[in-house]
């Protein structure tokens, strides 16, 4: 079992920057694909990034590649998603999740076992 804690939402201006953590708890951590995943306000829950459990690999949505950064720091079970040139489009509730490690990118909402509990994300134009 593993559980997620999201922080570092908030309200930005449009280009402005914000990096969201995810706790984990759990001993394998590091054996866990993680994710970020985005719902907007009457849309569905659509994949952001991924990192790979093993070597740390990364696989971006088309609409933040080059402006958003996953990473993960085992020792401290924490996965980050740095968010930079933010566009009023990124306004949403942000979804950290986990999966046991496989040999894919798990880009579906269907693939991830762990959700934390959302942080909102705020950007004005």
């Known amino acids: 079992q593993v559980q997620l804690v999201e922080s570092g939402g908030g309200l930005v201006q449009a280009g402005g920057s914000l990096r969201l953590s995810c706790a984990a708890s759990?001993?394998?951590?590091?054996?866990?694909?993680m994710g970020w995943f985005r719902q907007a306000p009457g849309k569905e829950r659509e994949f952001v990034a991924t990192?790979?459990?093993?070597?740390?690999?990364?696989y971006y949505a088309t609409s933040v590649k080059g402006r958003f950064t996953i990473s993960r720091d085992n020792a401290k079970l924490t996965v980050y998603l740095q968010m930079n040139n933010l566009k009023p489009e990124d306004t949403a509730v942000y979804y950290c999740?986990?999966?046991?490690?496989?040999?894919?990118?798990?880009?579906?909402?269907?693939?991830?076992?762990?959700w934390g509990q959302g942080t909102q994300v705020t950007v004005s134009s």
């Open positions: 759990g001993r394998t951590f590091s054996n866990y694909d």
């Open positions: 999740a986990a999966r046991f490690g496989t040999t894919y990118y798990a880009t579906q909402r269907s693939d991830y076992d762990f």
């Open positions: 990192i790979k459990w093993s070597g740390g690999s990364t």
